[in-house]
């Protein structure tokens, strides 16, 4: 793993193969850039897409998960910084979170995807993966993934411009969020499930989450087997 400081911020970038080191919260884990092109046509994703709750033992890599996350809410225009999903009046009220339990290269914890940075923010060190699946109403989906993305929304964002209808603008990005992610998995061979049935303030204490972020999905992923 290299390491250097950007601004205020500690980067690391971890290498395949290697194990690594403890890091402290807020540090930026470096993503690899994600590919633009693949194997598999849109068409067939959509064919072959399924909702899977048990996945394969072998990790996923450090380029899947930067896959997956840059399907879910990628920077695709940098100029003005649109993303891969659409986001009504680009007011972006979602945020992404990643635990990680079964990575060689990333300690267990909890991370935050940053978008620009096209980087991951550990935010909570440790397994917090048996306490997300109890706040689930104890699915095993959770616990057996080496990887689960939680997509959580920040209504306030988007009321800003939108009031009240802000809140079911939320929800729908977090559906083209998800969709985005069941699609890049199906190219990539990595099964997932959006979970819906949880207790919020369980899902919420599990990622130490704001007042004002919501969790609107859970997403195991892992190997197909
Ligand atoms: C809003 C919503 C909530 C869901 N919640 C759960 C859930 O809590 N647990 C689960 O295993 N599947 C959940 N699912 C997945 C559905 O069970 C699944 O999409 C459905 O059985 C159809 O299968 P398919 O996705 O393979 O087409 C949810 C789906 C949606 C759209």
């Known amino acids: 793993m290299r390491a250097w400081v950007a601004g205020a911020v500690m980067m690391v970038l971890p290498i395949a193969g290697q194990t690594s080191p403890l890091l402290e919260p807020g540090t930026l884990v470096a993503l690899p850039g994600a590919a633009q092109s693949g194997g598999m046509s849109v068409e067939q994703a959509l064919r072959e897409r ?32 649109f993303r891969t999903a659409p986001s009504a009046g680009a007011t972006f009220p979602l945020e992404v979170d990643l635990l990680v339990t ?17 980087s991951l923010e550990l935010r909570v060190p440790g397994d917090r993966r048996r306490t997300l699946e109890a706040a689930a109403l104890g699915q095993s989906s959770i ?12 209504t306030p964002r988007t009321a800003r411009r939108y009031g009240a209808r802000a809140e079911r603008y939320v929800h729908m990005e977090a559906g083209h969020a ?3 992610v069941y699609l890049q998995g199906t190219a990539l061979g990595i ?35």
Not at 51 to 80: C, F, H, K, N, T
Not at 102 to 118: D, K, Q, T
Request: proline share 8%.
């Open 178 to 180: 998800a969709q985005n």
């Open 102 to 118: 079964g990575i060689p290269e990333l300690p267990a914890g909890v991370y935050r995807y940053r978008p620009r940075e096209h």
């Open 50 to 81: 399924r909702s899977v709750r048990s996945y394969g033992r072998d990790p996923l890599s450090m380029r899947e998960i930067a896959q997956l996350l840059w399907a879910a809410q990628g920077v695709s225009e940098p100029r003005q910084g």
């Open 143 to 154: 616990g057996n993934a080496p990887v689960v993305m939680v997509i959580s929304g920040v």
């Open 191 to 225: 099964g997932t499930v959006v979970i819906g049935a949880f207790r919020d303030d369980g899902v919420a204490a599990a990622l130490s989450l704001e007042r004002s972020e919501e969790p609107l999905y859970i997403m195991p992923l892992g190997r197909l087997r």
